[in-house]
């Protein structure tokens, strides 16, 4: 299938601003699952059925009619960073806690959204540094997120009609393009790998010489950024195999080579304790062969994705993890190459003819052997 990235730049920038848009700070996904879903079955018409977890995540399939068909999961987990707020100050201030890792480095200054009885803005502020403690190293020195807070303008009284404590809190949504292909925003992390999902469900679908013989079955998964709990229960689905979807470090000054992927270089592929060699090089195989750019990483303990969980469930899956380089993760003004999103897409459409070969191939090569002939008599 040849595509053409000219054709749909636009359509990522749009679909990741329509994915972005819509808040899901971990442990609150279920106030926005709803519309997620609606949002999902509006751009493609590939998923037959759809269903909402009771952690607030949520399973789009397709499936191809076959009887027995090889299943193929694709995760990409749904929740983002954010904070909880944790006390309501006076003064219009609010004091939060951190809910995911927050590179504090870039938080001052940062305008946020809490979602309270209604949605209110406000922007991270702290004491001024001329009227802080007196400290030699104060400006060597990063305040913890206690001594931030958020500045929303209401009077106390104001704020606890609109705002409890428990109220999840995350960036206000803000949307930038750079030069040569970079777009920035929030929620990068994972939203900009659900773009990279949805456009080749969507091309797939209107691609008249596609195949269909395998179900797929689009998992956006809840809690990957607090505690995996959403990924966990994917084991469940006895999928054939799965590609773990996930942003990973953009190459920075700051970042080793050996721990990051170039920018425009195409989306990268992990090895890992935690993944399948037979599904990674079944990955990596189909990039070859359809001439799509891909970048390699060893990541020998784990991957620090949900893969971590899906392939440790009951019986296990099989399974791999494919990323888009993203700088900045964590914060704002996350940002990625258009050109990666495309070429993950782009894999992802090439993958789906070949994976049910793939699993046939797998399945004959795994040998099950009696524990009886394992353990013998000895104990």
Known sequence: MKLDIEVYTEEIKKLYRMLAEIPAVSGKEECYAEKMRQTVLMYTDFFDKSEILAGGGLLFTHSCGVPNARKLLID???????????EILDGGFVRVEAVGGIDRRLLFASE????GRKTIKGVFVSTPPHLSKKDKDAEKKLPPLSEMFIDTGYTKEELCDIVSVGDACGFTF????????????RSMDDRICAVAVLLAAKITSEDKNYVDKCDIIFSFSSAEEVN???GAVLGRLLADGAVVMDVNFGRDYEIAPQESYILG???????????????????????????????????????????NYISNAYLGTP?????IPEKYMHTAVEAVDIKDVYSCAKLLCEFFKVFPEFADNFEKSRKIIPMEGVLGNEL
Do not use: W
């Not at 803000?174 to 925003?185: A, D, M, Q, V």
């Open 265 to 307: 270089e195409g989306c990268g592929v992990s090895y890992s304790c935690t993944t399948s060699r037979a599904l990674t090089d079944a990955l990596v195989s189909c990039a070859e062969k359809s001439e799509i750019p891909l970048q390699k990483m060893v990541e020998p303990k784990s991957t620090g994705t949900n893969a």
């Open 319 to 323: 399974c791999a993890v494919l990323s």
């Open 76 to 86: 990409a987990h749904f929740d983002t960073v954010g904070f909880i707020v944790s």
């Open 174 to 185: 803000s949307y930038k393009e750079l030069r040569n292909g970079i777009i920035c925003g």
């Open 112 to 115: 946020a959204e809490i979602y």
């Open 228 to 230: 995996g709990s959403g």
